[in-house]
């Protein structure tokens, strides 16, 4: 994409906010701030959040069909649960004006969660044991009534989210495809970079269960959470379930970047959401739900990955895998080539602008690769890695071979 | 896909429903209706929506850069376009219980259009008159408080979305921007399969503006709107803004499926975003929104494509191009052929489910083609396409060929 067709430019001076990943995908043209908790995905921004979406979505389709449910649903089904009153980030649709109160007055849940709503249908596509188990997922923005929105995409009113949801005829198989999205997970945070970095800890069921839950808890100077993590019997604990005796653990902070929960037969039990065995004898449903914040993974890879420059994305969510630089030659050949190679780029074309703006905002922006084309650099292309300090004279075939 | 995969299955004894494109995708498992107006999309239904979105995607990545905005606003933003009060489509979040209300009592506005939040944030990035023209895009969940909520797809309380907006800095270059998304809508709808019978008809404004707009309006006999086409004069109109004498033109039923407004210097104006000429001038802005309601679109096409046996969906958005049947043999290696060739299958695999069910299961989902394996068949396929009375006997490797 050329520069010149972004809708956002870089803006080194927008004011600091209050965390490193709202600064820097503020300052570099991510994100941009409508009110606390609320941003929108500016076109890179976009670009790096369908690129960890992808990610999650290839590994879910392994454990389930995707679906896209309703952000709103009737305040029955929360009342079915229980949950109406007591859910303090519960939020509802209702009309903004007296013209709209006239036409219509109505009142809708808006869903910050799907548990009650997936329980309350699933019965009618899934009845019998021949029928279990069977998962299914969504990716979609949800809302919550957060009452200290802060920290850019760590903490939103409004966020990304993938949302699993699984049922099973016994809690021996729950147990089993628990395990699975653990193992799931991992490749996730494999795949997007902080793996060896991401560790899953027991954490309290909330407002869910009162078994443990589990997290996954990436490292993180800046991270939100304090665990403690006991290497000799590879088990991980968050602050509030950490056993007494701390002392032989590592204690490390950490940002939460995805949760799973045994949620036992509560929710479809409210729904009377039984199967019916072999033996025709009514048997309760064992249900787990596991989430995973696409928008906040975001935030936290920031967090993670970053210098006094500005971002370093890892390269498998980089917006672009290389941004071209094109200093008072052409760069329009050399763009095309990448382009025809399949290689994404990042075009800087801008004609009024220094070269050192353009460096700048390269490392700012944080693509894996960074490609100038000068005078100097005649036939051959001066390459860069973000984040290194030496760059090199190559062929274009050679750096397009490399990648 | 193996149908024993998909999370929702075919269910002809579902209630008749107020329109055909509700009755047809509830019965073939696609959608799932919540309330008045709200539905899930099931996986067969989120892979149409996702090939129409992507069509769309694909045509409006020509005219500017996609984003993600926000749900939520703050009313502010509302207020200074004067709308916050006269909008009657128009919803707010607010805390939907006393424990949510004692954590955080934030009202927000639920945005059911984009026009009023991207004029108060274009101007941080597109101040200058080097940054015009622009233009933006977005698809998107939308919500909107429908006083009778009906019709399936066509008219909902939750709704998917494209909307587009462009920022100019002359009326003629609006203008001229203007007819060329006309010829991308164009385009789509050719692509997804209505372009023959998809009409430009002059509207009304509404409460946008004064000026005329223009709907694209495609024929079919359950459209909830009556459009007068004068062919001598290659024009077609709205019921409400149609001439008088109506004797010379053709009238017809149809459903709208898309909008492009001409909104003037309103919406920049009302947060005093101009440009800078040349001079150091101050100069009024022209802006459009052009929206493509892609749920809608979805029920339009089953309105317009469907016999009575179910749903027959033009090639480029069907769920699936092929639909294999394996009767008392094993398809599974056609199945995997297919995939090979990554032709989009989806394959009934179910042991305990009739021959006569699994076609007329085929017929109610509506892909384009069905094969049967069987032994009568041998080391050849059988192949129907939907809609033909015929079927012949091929070789797999003829047919995969002949798609």
């Given at each position: 994409m050329r520069y010149s067709r972004l809708f956002a430019r870089t803006n080194k001076s927008a004011k600091e906010q209050d965390s490193i990943n709202a600064t820097l995908l503020t300052k570099a043209g991510f994100i941009d701030q409508i009110m606390a908790g609320v941003y929108i995905f500016l076109p890179l921004g976009l670009r790096v959040l369908n690129k960890i979406e992808n990610i999650i979505r290839k590994e879910m389709d392994t454990l389930g069909a995707e679906l896209l449910m309703s952000t709103l649903s009737p305040k029955e089904i929360w009342k079915t649960t229980g949950r109406l009153d007591t859910v303090d980030v519960l939020m509802k649709a209702v009309p903004a004006n007296d013209a709209a109160k006239n036409r219509h007055n109505g009142e809708y849940i808006i869903n910050p969660t799907h548990e009650d709503l997936i329980s309350s249908i699933a019965?009618?596509?899934?009845?019998?044991?021949?029928?279990?188990?069977?998962?299914?997922?969504?990716?979609?923005?949800?809302?919550?009534n957060e009452p200290r929105a802060k920290?850019?995409?760590?903490?939103?009113?409004?966020?990304?989210?993938?949302?699993?949801y699984s049922f099973h005829a016994s809690e021996a198989d729950f147990k089993q495809f628990y395990e699975t999205v653990k193992e799931s997970y991992k490749t996730i945070f494999d795949r997007v970079g902080v793996g060896p970095d991401t560790v899953v800890t027991l954490a309290s069921g909330g407002d869910f269960t009162k078994e443990y839950s589990h997290e996954f808890q990436?490292?993180?100077e800046t991270g939100e959470d304090v665990i403690y993590i006991d290497e000799k019997n590879s088990i991980a604990y968050n602050k509030e379930v950490a056993p007494e005796n701390k002392s032989e653990?590592?204690?490390?902070?950490?940002?939460?970047v995805g949760n799973l929960f045994p949620l036992g037969t509560r929710f479809p039990d409210a729904f009377g959401?039984?199967?019916?065995?072999?033996k025709g004898a009514r048997q309760p449903i064992y249900m787990g739900s596991y989430g995973l914040g696409s928008s906040r993974l975001m935030g936290v890879l920031v967090e993670k990955f970053h210098d006094e420059q500005g971002i370093m994305w890892p390269q498998a969510v980089a917006p672009f895998t290389v941004h071209l630089i094109a200093l008072r030659?052409?760069?329009?050949?050399?763009?095309?080539?990448?382009?025809?190679?399949?290689?994404?780029?990042?075009?800087?074309?801008?004609?009024?602008?220094s070269a050192g703006q353009k460096f700048a905002d390269a490392d700012l922006i944080g693509c894996p690769w960074r490609i100038v084309v000068s005078a100097k650099t005649g036939a051959q292309i001066e390459v860069k890695r973000r984040g290194s300090a030496e760059s090199q004279l190559m062929d274009m075939d050679d750096f397009i071979k490399s990648l």
């Open positions: 019965q009618r596509f899934r009845p019998s044991y021949k029928d279990l188990p069977f998962a299914v997922y969504q990716i979609q923005t949800k809302f919550r920290s850019g995409l760590l903490r939103g009113r409004e966020f990304r989210m993938k949302d699993l990436t490292i993180c653990m590592k204690e490390a902070r950490a940002s939460e959401y039984q199967f019916t065995d072999e030659v052409s760069g329009d050949e050399i763009y095309a080539q990448l382009k025809e190679k399949n290689i994404e780029v990042l075009y800087d074309d801008r004609e009024d602008v």
